[in-house]
C-alpha cells in the first residue's frame, strides 16, 4: 500500500480492494503555474489533492477572469467529476496556484470504482455537493453584494498581519470583477483611511470598519 492513501483522510473509508486497486497510482509533483486543464480539454482522470491549491478559473469573452473555487487537500473539481460522469469537456481552466502534490484516477479507474464500492461513490458525490455549495454562494455574492462589499469581505478574509500581498488584478480574479474598478474601489477605502495601497499589496488601517461594511449585505 503506497503511503499517499494512508496520509488521505478522505480515503479512509474504502474496503481494501478499492485502496489496493489506487495503490499503484503514482504521486506528480507540480511547480507553481502549472497549467492542468484549459477549456475544451477532454476530462482524463480525477484528481486527487494532496497537498498544494489549484485553483479553477471562467474567463469571459472579453478576457475578464472570475475565480470560481480553489482545490485543495480533501476538495473536488466540480468540472472534473461532471466531465467524468459524462463526456462534457472543461469550459474552464485550471491553474496551480502553489506547488501542488496531486494523484490523478484515470477515466476508466474512477468508472469502475464507482461503479463498484460504494464508499468511494459517497466521497466523490459528498465532494460533489460541498462543492456546489460553494459555487451558488459565489453566484449569490457576485449577483447581490456590491463589489465594495465582497472586496472588504476579501480583504479581510486574506490579510495576514494586517496585510493582503496580491496585485490589484489578482485582487478582481478573486471577487468577480475588473481591475479598474477594484483600483476605483481602493482608491476611495484609501480616502476614507481604511486602506493603504503599495505596489502589489494592501495594508489595512483600518480593519474594523472593512468588516462593518463587508457585513451591511449579509458578506
Known amino acids: 500500500m503506497t ?3 494512508s496520509h488521505t483522510p478522505a480515503l479512509d473509508a474504502l474496503d481494501a480492494p478499492s ?11 507540480l511547480p507553481r503555474g502549472t497549467v492542468l486543464f484549459r477549456p475544451g480539454d477532454a476530462v482524463e482522470g480525477f484528481a486527487i489533492v494532496l497537498s498544494g491549491r489549484i485553483e479553477v478559473f471562467l474567463t469571459g469573452a472579453g478576457g ?3 475565480l470560481l473555487y ?6 473536488s ?6 466531465g467524468l460522469l459524462g463526456e462534457a469537456p472543461y469550459s474552464t481552466e485550471a491553474i496551480t ?3 501542488t502534490e496531486v494523484v490523478m484516477i484515470p477515466r476508466p479507474l474512477f468508472r469502475a470504482l464507482m461503479d463498484s464500492a460504494p464508499a468511494f461513490r459517497q466521497l466523490v458525490f459528498a465532494a460533489f455537493a460541498e462543492r456546489m455549495g460553494g459555487m451558488i454562494q459565489l453566484m449569490e455574492r457576485v449577483s447581490f453584494q456590491s463589489v465594495e462589499c465582497r472586496l472588504a469581505d476579501w480583504l479581510c478574509t486574506r490579510a495576514e498581519g494586517g496585510r493582503v500581498q496580491a496585485t490589484q488584478a489578482e485582487i478582481a480574479t478573486q471577487i468577480g470583477s475588473a481591475r479598474e474598478v477594484v483600483s476605483r474601489r481602493l482608491d476611495a477605502f484609501a480616502r476614507r483611511g481604511w486602506v493603504q495601497t503599495e505596489r502589489g499589496a494592501v495594508v489595512l ?8 461594511l463587508a457585513l451591511s449585505e449579509g458578506g
Open 3 to 5: 503511503d499517499w492513501i
Open 19 to 29: 485502496r489496493a486497486r489506487l495503490a499503484g497510482l503514482p504521486q506528480q509533483t
Open 64 to 66: 475578464r477572469e472570475l
Open 70 to 75: 480553489a482545490v485543495e487537500p480533501g476538495q
Open 77 to 82: 473539481c466540480v468540472q472534473t467529476t461532471l
Open 97 to 99: 496556484a502553489q506547488e
Open 205 to 212: 488601517t483600518d480593519p474594523g470598519a472593512l468588516r462593518r
